[in-house]
């Protein structure tokens, strides 16, 4: 509708978005839904494949990365029906049952799909498995998880000493263990719990932080034994074990969520309702962060779907947020909105810092070095530091030409940063959105408003 303010064109693959902001300014209004939380659909889509009978999953993500888990998935022997955000079913052929397939199996863009499968598929005695992905994932570190999967006794071989895909998985009978992973992340911890399954005996895993919890809660559901330590962020699990296809409800994901609640806060006269977003409180950094920094933030009716905390988010724009400082354990919480976080800082007053994010290097891109060239290209002072950045709020945007460097969050992060630009931003490669946002176009230009 607003096709002055937002526009797009396509040069091969590739979509330029382009964003104008009237010289009336414009304000963001409505009340609105976000896709179904990544972590939860792959998550689901796996538990239903390697459960005996059926899952039934309502509001899956549609985007890029689940429907690369399903293509795995169904090439490993489940049965997946057509993906459709309502409900699809996944037969699953039960624990240690997965096929060995001729294909290679191609994890895409998406680091989640390689990691966890990485744990099922290692357990598989005696088959052998292909496992590929794009090239952002083809240079990302797998030994984080292919270390401990080989002191349980994992056969895997890849690129550059076993740390990069392609990587050739023998499945073999694997031994439980305690593992200290050094790093917080929910990627290394699901693939060791998910191997510990086909363990006999008790694998544990325990975290400097706590991660997102959605595989726990999850497992949970489908019937594994499992317990959870949170004064050591520890979790183990006890093999092996069976699990029984469940149904799930996935929530809408708060880090699609992030973008309107950044929008909401920084547009002015703005207010929107972001409906049904998962506010797992191993998720919600983001809602401190912003309310750290005076944004105007409430949670309504909240409630609890198969598991998994929900509410609708009510976002103001608030007048002038406040920098901060965002380091230490919130990091893991917030680990995705860190570039949304960002255009948030550039509208604030002061200096905010982020810390103890290095992990931002080796996600779909070197977030740190993108998010800070990417909004310095249109007028922000970002400074990037070895794991983290330095923000310096109140410097005005004008619109530039930027690039997502292929990486879904960057590319709806710049897009939220034009919304308050002057002049023409063109955000290059935004197809990326469709990795976690397929919708994310239509959305903006449903709740943008000239003034
Ligand atoms: C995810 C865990 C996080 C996150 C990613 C999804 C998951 O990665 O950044 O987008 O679903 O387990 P790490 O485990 O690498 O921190």
């Known amino acids: 509708m607003q096709a002055d303010i937002i526009t797009t064109s396509l040069l091969d693959k590739n979509q330029t978005l382009s964003i104008q902001k009237p010289d009336s300014g414009l304000s963001l209004v409505g009340r609105i839904r976000v896709p179904g939380d990544k972590s939860i659909s792959h998550r689901a889509l796996m538990l239903g494949a390697i459960a005996r009978g059926e899952t039934t999953i309502e509001g899956l993500l549609l985007g890029e990365d689940p429907r690369s888990t399903a293509k795995c998935f169904s090439l490993l022997g489940a049965k997946v029906s057509e993906l459709n955000a309502e409900r699809v079913t996944v037969t699953g052929v039960g624990i240690g049952e997965l096929e060995e397939p001729v294909e290679v199996l191609d994890a895409g863009n998406s680091g989640t799909t390689m990691r966890l499968m990485l744990g099922i598929l290692a357990s598989h005695p005696g088959r052998f ?26 056969q895997i071989w890849g690129r550059k000493s076993n740390s990069l895909a392609p990587l050739g998985i023998l499945g073999q009978q694997l031994k439980p263990i305690h593992y200290h992973s050094p790093i917080a992340s929910a990627q290394v911890k699901s693939c060791i719990l998910l191997a510990g399954l086909m363990a006999s005996g008790e694998t544990t895993v325990t975290e400097p932080a706590l991660s997102r919890d959605h595989s726990e809660r999850m497992l949970r559901a489908f019937g594994a034994r499992l317990s959870v330590d949170p004064e050591t962020c520890s979790v183990t699990v006890t093999g092996p074990t069976q699990l029984q296809g469940q149904n799930v409800i996935v929530p809408g994901d708060i880090s699609s969520a992030a973008f309107w609640l950044v929008a909401g806060a920084i547009v002015p006269g703005s207010e929107l309702v972001v409906e049904n977003v998962g506010v797992n409180p191993t998720r919600t950094g983001i809602l401190e962060a912003l309310e750290m920094m005076g944004a105007d933030i409430e949670l309504q009716n909240q409630r609890e779907a198969a598991g998994e905390p929900v509410a609708d988010i009510l976002v103001r724009s608030s007048g002038q947020l406040r920098g901060c400082t965002i380091a230490g354990d919130l990091i893991p919480r917030l680990i995705d909105e860190i570039p949304i976080l960002a255009v948030a800082a550039i509208f604030a007053s002061g200096t905010t810092i982020i810390r103890d994010a290095a992990e931002l290097r080796v996600k779909e891109s070197d977030r740190l070095a993108v ?70 176009t239509a959305t903006l230009q449903q709740v943008c408003h000239p003034n």
């Open 129 to 154: 498995y292909a496992v590929t992905g794009d090239s952002s994932l083809r240079s990302r570190p797998m030994s984080r998880v292919i270390k401990p999967l080989q002191q349980m006794g994992a």
């Open 371 to 440: 998010t800070a060239a990417e909004l310095n290209r249109m007028g922000a002072q970002i400074s990037e530091l070895p794991d983290g950045l330095e923000i310096t709020g109140g410097t005005p945007l004008t619109g530039a030409d930027v690039d997502s460097y292929t990486d879904h969050r960057i590319a709806m992060s710049l897009a939220i940063a034009a919304l308050n630009a002057t002049g023409i931003t063109n955000i290059h490669r935004a197809e990326a959105a469709a990795i976690s946002y397929p919708d994310f």
